[in-house]
């Protein structure tokens, strides 16, 4: 199985600009999938954006579309997520996952999850 680790989270102002990492470790990625979500305090886990395993196909939720970037290097074993023009709403915790069968937008479609990292965007 993957081990990931996020990293990159922070507090910042609305309009500013974080990129998050997730780095993989047990296994190489680059036969994975790998998408992103959050978790707001009181909310369900949604889906914010994916890769496929050579990173020519991606899917964004519309919530997040044209304000963020997924990436991936595979020779690095690493997924980032590039997020621009944040607002206050963005607040969440953040979570890479990992999936060897399909790229998706369903979280239950990954086997992988990091532990996530804290967003928090002030207005």
């Known amino acids: 199985q993957v081990q990931l680790v996020e990293s990159g989270g922070g507090l910042v102002q609305a309009g500013d600009s974080l990129r998050l990492s997730c780095a993989a470790s047990g296994r190489t990625i680059n036969s994975y999938a790998m998408g992103w979500f959050r978790q707001a305090p009181g909310k369900e886990r949604e889906f914010v954006a994916a890769i496929s395993w050579n990173g020519v196909t991606t899917y964004y939720a519309d919530s997040v579309k044209g304000r963020f970037a997924i990436s991936r290097d595979n020779a690095k074993n690493t997924v980032y997520l590039q997020m621009n023009s944040l607002k206050p709403e963005d607040t969440a915790t953040y979570y890479c996952?990992?999936?060897?069968?399909?790229?998706?937008?369903?979280?239950?479609?990954?086997?992988?999850w990091g532990q996530g990292t804290q967003v928090t965007v002030s207005s």
């Open positions: 996952a990992a999936s060897g069968l399909v790229l998706t937008i369903r979280a239950g479609g990954y086997e992988s």
